[in-house]
């Protein structure tokens, strides 16, 4: 099993900055190719970004390229979302995922993220 606790939502005007962490514990966190979702109301969960489990491979979608990094640090079994240029669509629940099959690269399908944060807010006012 593994856990996932994410840290660091808040509230923050548009055009601000928020810094997401994601701690893991339970299993080789180096194992886990990792993501960040988010579910805003009313919509379907999706997937922000990803890194692979060396942390050489990232995926980005297409709406927070530019503005959001994903970084890990295997040695603290953490997972970071850095985020710049909020916009107040960004606002939604955040949540950290791992992948326990992961191949090389970043996992980027919501179905193959087994593993699940409780999610923490994110809320960007205009």
């Known amino acids: 099993q593994v856990q996932l606790v994410e840290s660091g939502g808040g509230l923050v005007q548009a055009g601000g900055s928020l810094r997401l962490s994601c701690a893991a514990s339970?299993?080789?966190?180096?194992?886990?190719?990792m993501g960040w979702f988010r579910q805003a109301p009313g919509k379907e969960p999706e997937i922000v970004a990803g890194?692979?489990?060396?942390?050489?491979?990232?995926y980005y979608a297409d709406s927070v390229k530019g503005r959001f990094t994903i970084s890990r640090d295997n040695a603290k079994n953490t997972v970071t979302l850095q985020m710049i240029s909020l916009k107040p669509e960004d606002t939604a629940v955040y949540y950290c995922?791992?992948?326990?099959?992961?191949?090389?690269?970043?996992?980027?399908?919501?179905?193959?993220?087994?593993?699940w944060g409780q999610g923490t807010q994110v809320t960007v006012s205009s």
């Open positions: 890194v692979s489990r060396s942390g050489v491979y990232t």
């Open positions: 995922a791992g992948d326990s099959q992961a191949g090389v690269f970043a996992t980027t399908r919501r179905g193959e993220y087994d593993y």
């Open positions: 339970g299993r080789t966190f180096s194992s886990l190719a």
